[in-house]
């Protein structure tokens, strides 16, 4: 797994299945009994996360994508290109996707009202008033800290279901 301060960690591999066939393996591990990741396929993306039984508020869920190695996406700065005949395999964990949803718009709220605090201080100022409404701002970034931290400590929190979900995707694309 990526180490670092992400909030959804990433991964990009190179793979020497053919794009199909690598689709086919990664799509494999939601029948596969042994390793009971759950998940959905639509085209050439899978999301995977670990069964209901043993999720939890912090569980990850995989985002991967298989790309043809003459997909301009595939081909990114700084990444060797895929081998010949092979593919790239892209993901992102992430939380369930209604708490990212709920962690963004949280920020979203966070930064509007930073945005809202310091006009309405700037007014209150130019009126020779005490800027009262720019004690907001802090709070507001303390409040943002707080959930960084708190995405930090659930990255923590699931590392082993994410390394287990990392291993096995590994296995699955490789020949």
Do not use: K
């Amino acid at each position: 797994m990526p180490a670092g301060t992400h909030l959804r960690p990433t991964f990009r591999w190179l793979s020497p299945c053919p794009p199909g066939e690598a689709l086919d393996r990664l799509g494999r591990l939601l029948a596969d009994v042994p390793h009971a990741f759950t998940g959905r396929r639509a085209g050439n993306h899978l999301m995977l996360t670990v069964p209901p039984r043993d999720r939890h508020f912090w569980s990850p869920w995989a985002h991967v994508e298989v790309l043809d190695p003459d997909d301009p996406a595939a081909n990114e700065q700084d990444h060797p290109p895929a081998p010949a005949g092979g593919c790239v395999i892209r993901g992102r964990f992430s939380p369930h996707p209604g708490i990212w949803t709920a962690y963004m718009l949280a920020y979203l709220a966070l930064t509007t009202l930073i945005v809202f605090a310091g006009v309405f201080g700037y007014a209150q100022f130019t009126l020779e008033r005490a800027p009262t409404a720019w004690l907001a701002v802090p709070a507001c970034l303390l409040v943002a800290g707080v959930m960084w931290g708190a995405s930090l400590l659930g990255q923590r929190l699931a590392r082993e279901q994410i390394e287990s979900l990392t291993h096995v995707l590994r296995d699955a694309a490789r020949a």
